[in-house]
């Protein structure tokens, strides 16, 4: 079973305070679909959703028909040197919280085309505290691991070389064999940067 990566900082619903949205008509498919296309008129230069497990799409959206136990959705990206998070775990269902975080993304987006200027971006409420200059995690155009150093290949390795190192890493850092969630998350981003380039 994995775990949602919550965002430091950032306080859960409690479950009985969860409530449905009965007013989205979407499905999760949908759902995701949209969110897809909203991340890339941002044009931003890495981002990807995360749920509490494994049934995602390689850019970490839900599938179809993913029933995590965790509800919880978050999405994470970066631009230039910033990162950004936003979460929602305010419904039962999945839907409903990546829904939710697709209609503020979108309005946050919509309010950077009116004439209104204001100290910061739009998206200055997501932007995440700088992290430990010495994190071994992904961030694309920063000095952090490159997706091959965490790999532990060449830089333009092929396909099926990249997908067997990253089964052996995913192997030495699973949680459930004593590795730590955020470095196993690092291998699978890792994974899927290099497979996309």
Known sequence: MSRLDWPAGFERTPAADRERNRSFEATLGQTTQDLATEMDRMDVDHWRGEIGNQHTKSNGLP?????????????????????????????????????????????????GN????????????????PGDEDADVIVAGSDRKEPHEVLQIQPGAPDDV????????????????????????????????????
Do not use: I
């Open 63 to 111: 599938l179809h028909n993913a029933s995590p136990d965790d509800p919880g959705f978050v999405l994470r990206w970066t631009d230039g040197d910033e990162e950004f998070a936003v979460a929602c775990d305010a419904s039962p269902r999945l839907r409903d919280n990546v829904r939710y975080v697709l209609k503020w993304v979108h309005e946050t987006r919509m309010r």
């Open 114 to 129: 009116r004439p209104v200027k204001t100290g910061d971006t739009e998206f200055a409420a997501a932007r995440l505290p």
């Open 162 to 197: 990249v997908k067997a190192a990253a089964r052996a890493r995913q192997a030495q850092t699973h949680p459930d064999q004593g590795g730590s969630r955020e470095e196993f998350q690092r291998v699978n981003d890792a994974k899927e940067v290099m497979l996309d380039e």
